[in-house]
Nanobody, 119 residues
Framework: QVQVVESGGGLVQPGGSLRLSCAAS????????MGWYRQAPGKQRELVAT???????TYADSVSGRFTISRDSVEDTWSLQMDDLKPEDTAVYYC?????????????WGKGTLVTVSS
């Protein structure tokens, strides 16, 4: 079994920065894709960023150039550095991990952490 737990989040002013972290435990060798989703009030959950291997990354258009996802393969953690935050980035951010299909392809979710961008 794999578990993921995120940390970070909080209140930040527009233009500010925040860093979210996610830690995986258990059978982490099963993980093929790591990333972050978010869900704003009244909206559907949306993909923010993913990372595969050490450096293959994808970003939502709305955060490209402002957010950076990175991974520490030794510690089984990954982070989301969020810069130049905007009020529309306000959402609950969820850590996400997807197992390799060889192991069943399960998707694991953290419980979410709230990011509020407001002056």
């Amino acid at each position: 079994q794999v578990q993921v737990v995120e940390s970070g989040g909080g209140l930040v002013q527009p233009g500010g920065s925040l860093r979210l972290s996610c830690a995986a435990s258990g059978s982490t060798f099963r993980i093929a894709i790591m990333g972050w989703y978010r869900q704003a009030p009244g909206k559907q959950r949306e993909l923010v960023a993913t990372i595969v291997g050490g450096d293959l990354t994808t970003y939502a258009d709305s955060v490209s150039g402002r957010f950076t996802i990175s991974r520490d393969s030794v510690e089984d953690t990954w982070s989301l550095q969020m810069d130049d935050l905007k009020p529309e980035d306000t959402a609950v951010y969820y850590c996400y991990a997807e197992e390799d299909h060889y192991y069943g392809g399960r998707v694991l979710w953290g419980k979410g952490t709230l990011v509020t961008v407001s002056s």
